[in-house]
């Protein structure tokens, strides 16, 4: 469940012209009006710019969460040898079933984000790979192909999502460099299934940028910058910036709001370095700074808020509807904490788990509801089977047993999770 210029206002001053004082002989033109009377003309407001209704597409919906999980193939004894396949939660009925049917892949890197009504499926390989983007109903049927993309592309959606308008779909899309010494080429597009339509909205240059939500009707984009006063200049090798340590003196990295109708564009935050240093979540940009204290700046303003002081240091690992969740040492060991944001408590959690080999704080997947998470429940469990709705058996290289958990069975151990089943499976 998570990777943004101002407007001044004018006054008009309206002065009104006076009659002169010198005789003048009648006429018919009609007399100049005086400071008594003269009528102001309304200044018109300002137009406002036009927008759409855009909307963050991720791996969770209101209704469940997705991810990719790859199939166990007992004659190649290899997982994803029997195809990559969405794997469901649903977050009301606390299950976990297979949706769809396998794509056959080269690799396992297949990203799968859904809306309320549509679940797509993104796939991207190597220069000599054609990219996929598939959309299906949300339980894996009438999967349909978006777009016919060339060769030697990939589709940027790695950072977790992609944004709608409710037509056209909006996307990272890439451009692979058929030269080592040269970068790859990134622009943000747009894609109208409909007319099979793909459109360059932006380029990012010299630097690849993220898409990283949405906001205000507006998409949010990353872009990363070098000082025009910097001496040096990009060294690539092998589709990559070696000289990124050189160069970070003069890097900025900037979030900006950008309005896909206009092409108008507003930086709402700027940081050195190349990536941002707060986190973006619930239309606003968080951190924990020096002090130990909680920042949170709204999209649009300029000061930071204090949402609370840490007794310790702590990383912040998801900002949710109704609480803040943390990672922190403490007694020589690593903790799950929950700061309510209705209440403003910060609590340790005392619920632990076998995960790799170690015990370790309960990992939180996302947020299920207000005050409700996906957790992992134990991660000792080996192969296992996950079915599909008609019954069909896959084996899963299923580490990780799930549960529903609230915010109080978080603090507190005597309050039951509801484990996630597996229906239409032997031991579900």
């Known amino acids: 469940m998570k990777k943004r210029y101002f407007l001044a206002a004018s006054v008009l001053l309206l002065t009104a ?6 005789d003048i002989a009648p006429s018919n033109a009609p007399a100049p009006q005086t400071p008594e009377t003269a009528v102001s003309t309304p200044t018109p407001a300002p137009t406002e710019e036009p927008t759409l209704p855009l909307c963050w597409i991720g791996e969770c919906n209101s209704q469940g969460f997705y991810q990719r999980e790859p199939i166990y193939d007992a004659t190649t004894y290899a997982y994803g040898g029997g195809g990559i396949m969405a794997h469901y939660f649903d977050f009301a009925n606390a299950t976990e079933e297979i949706v769809g049917e396998p794509l056959d892949l080269k690799t396992a890197n297949l990203h799968l984000y859904a809306d309320e009504e549509s679940l797509y ?16 109903d949300l339980d894996g049927s009438n999967r349909q192909p978006l777009y016919d993309f060339p060769q030697g592309t990939s589709l940027g959606v790695w950072n977790g999502g992609l944004a709608g ?47 990283v939500g949405v906001w205000d009707g507006r998409l949010l984009i990353t872009r990363t910058t070098l000082a025009d006063d910097c001496s040096l200049e990009p060294v690539c090798e092998h589709y990559r910036v070696a000289n990124t340590e ?20 507003e930086v709402l935050y700027s940081c050195p370095g190349w990536r941002l240093d707060r986190e973006l979540a619930e239309d606003a940009l968080w951190f924990e700074d020096e002090e130990g204290r909680i920042l949170c700046r709204p999209l649009g303003e300029t000061e930071d808020t204090v949402v609370t002081r840490l007794p310790r240091a702590m990383q912040i690992m998801g900002i949710y509807t109704e609480d ?5 040492q403490e007694d020589g060991q690593e903790w799950l904490y929950v700061y309510n944001r209705g209440d403003g408590t910060l609590t340790r959690s005392p619920q632990r788990r076998w995960i790799g080999e170690e015990d370790r704080p309960i990992w939180v997947v996302c947020e299920a509801g207000p005050g409700q998470y996906l957790v992992w429940d134990d991660a000792s469990t080996g192969m296992q089977q996950l079915a599909r709705a008609d019954g069909t058996q896959y084996l899963i290289d299923g580490y990780a047993r799930y549960a529903i958990a609230s915010r109080e069975s978080l603090l507190d151990k005597s309050v039951p999770m509801t484990p996630v089943t597996r229906p239409g499976t032997p031991w579900n």
């Open 17 to 22: 012209c006076t009659a002169p004082d010198a």
């Open 165 to 211: 308008d409710g037509t056209a779909l909006y996307f990272a899309y890439c451009h692979i460099s058929d030269d080592p010494a040269v970068l790859d080429d990134y622009e943000l597009v747009r894609l109208d299934p409909e007319t099979k339509t793909l459109e360059t909205i932006t380029e990012w240059d010299p630097f690849s940028g993220e898409l």
């Open 121 to 136: 499926w993104f796939w991207s390989g190597r220069i000599t790979d054609t990219p996929i983007l598939l959309r299906s």
């Open 246 to 265: 050189e160069l970070k003196p003069g890097v900025t990295t900037s979030l900006c709001a950008l309005n896909p109708l206009t092409g108008t564009e």
């Open 324 to 328: 803040i969740l943390l990672y922190g």
